[in-house]
């Protein structure tokens, strides 16, 4: 199953947002209803009961939870690469989907994008500034990303090694 979708404006953004939401708050009511404490643990951890929000199929639930968080933070990054370069339509490779997080339709713009509880989680803001660094045919380049510790001296520090990177932190999801 091909994850791409391609963006053209705001709207399509606001859909997608809501479906994850609904979809997330929907599923997860039902999991909580299939039992508690050490029954519960079991079934997150052994068995196939998370669901993708968005290509809606069973998924592990973790892997859920990791990929609705990098999900809202592509379409983030969409929205902020919208309207910074508003005569561009983007396509988001969602999921294991091979390829940049974001790229323009002329692959101009490129982007990678994720959600962790820091940006130095396993090297993440590391690997992928010098992921988009290393296409020197991209006119822009971007790292978007989440954390909720923000690490700010690691992330300046990144910064100033990859100064032609725009790296952008988001506040919130």
Do not use: W
Request: charged content about 25%; aromatic content about 10%; overall charge negative.
């Amino acid at each position: 199953m091909k994850k791409q979708i391609e963006f053209r404006n705001q709207e399509q953004i606001d859909s997608l947002r809501q479906q994850i939401v609904e979809t997330t708050n929907s599923k997860l009511g039902e999991l909580l209803q299939a039992g508690d404490g050490i029954d519960f643990l079991k079934k997150i951890k052994f068995e196939e009961c998370g669901f993708d929000p968005l290509f809606n199929h069973s998924t592990n639930f973790i892997e859920q939870v990791n990929q609705t968080f990098t999900y809202l933070t592509c379409l983030a990054a969409v929205e902020i690469l919208l309207t910074k370069h508003p005569s561009h339509s983007f396509i988001v490779n969602f999921g294991t989907e091979s390829g940049y997080d974001v790229i323009s339709e002329d692959e101009s713009i490129i982007c990678e994008c994720f959600a962790s509880t820091s940006p130095d989680s396993n090297r993440k803001l590391l690997l992928d500034t010098s992921k988009v660094n290393s296409n020197t045919l991209a006119a822009f380049r971007y790292v978007v990303y989440y954390a909720k510790n923000p690490k700010v001296k690691h992330v300046e520090n990144i910064r100033s090694k990859y100064n032609n990177i725009n790296i952008i932190t988001l506040q919130k999801l």
